[in-house]
């Protein structure tokens, strides 16, 4: 039971562009949402997060757009580089649960 | 400053063996989450050990069992393997009360079940 669900599974963008990934879910009760990524050979590593009180949060060339109407997310990549091109993850932190819920991840391949 | 360290990085068994895999949690870090991670997929939570003791598990049969010794390292014990069980397996730690915000992940045991 799928409670995360990331579109979409591989994204070929050219450097320079922007790239946009989704994530949407179903459960209220998650109370973080972090964004992960994660190259070949390693573990996840922490990108950017959000809490659900906040609409957007930028850190470098990276948004998180937040919408808890629609129970949707999203990461901006602004000026996407060759050195982005990596496994992307969201997430959703269930405080309660004590645990991540992870959707299933984009292939991100950015062009030189 | 070490991050999280887990052993071994790679791994072959048989279908119906025991394994073991070991983590070393981040210095300063109490709070010790395993998830499994197939490939193509993203990681699902195992189980959490804090103080010694799980305190709280996903939907992982009991033949996935763990333990934390009072160092904070920890060990994922699987039973019975199957082949469904190959997987990279992650280990996280993070101080007790900062939830995901303080996760660190290791690299990873990859277990393959032939």
């Known amino acids: 039971q799928q409670q995360v669900k990331q579109s979409p599974q591989s994204l070929i963008v050219q450097k320079g562009g922007i790239s946009i990934i989704n994530c949407a879910y179903e459960n209220t009760a998650f109370d973080y949402f972090p964004w992960y990524q994660q190259f070949p050979g390693k573990g996840p590593a922490l990108l950017i997060a959000i809490r659900p009180d906040v609409s957007e949060k930028k850190e470098g060339r990276f948004t998180i757009s937040f919408n808890k109407s629609a129970k949707q997310f999203s990461l901006h990549i602004m000026d996407s580089q060759p050195g982005d091109s990596a496994t992307y993850f969201c997430?959703?932190?269930?405080?309660?649960?004590?645990?991540?819920?992870f959707g299933s991840g984009t292939q991100l391949t950015v062009l030189p | 400053d070490a991050g999280v360290t887990q052993s071994p990085t790679h791994l072959i068994k048989t279908r119906g063996q025991q394994v073991t895999l070991r983590c070393s949690p981040k210095s300063g870090h109490d709070t010790v989450s395993w998830y499994q991670q197939a490939l193509g997929q993203g990681p699902q939570f195992i189980f959490q050990y804090y103080e010694e003791e799980e305190r709280q598990r996903g939907n992982f049969p009991d033949r996935f069992s763990g333990h934390q010794f009072p160092n904070y390292s920890s060990e994922l014990n699987v039973n019975a393997l199957l082949l469904g069980d190959s997987a990279l397996y992650l280990c996280?730690?993070?101080?007790?009360?900062?939830?995901?915000?303080?996760?660190?992940f290791g690299s990873g045991t990859r277990l393959t079940v032939v």
């Open positions: 997430a959703a932190f269930s405080g309660s649960a004590r645990q991540l819920t």
């Open positions: 996280a730690s993070s101080p007790e009360g900062q939830g995901s915000y303080g996760y660190t």
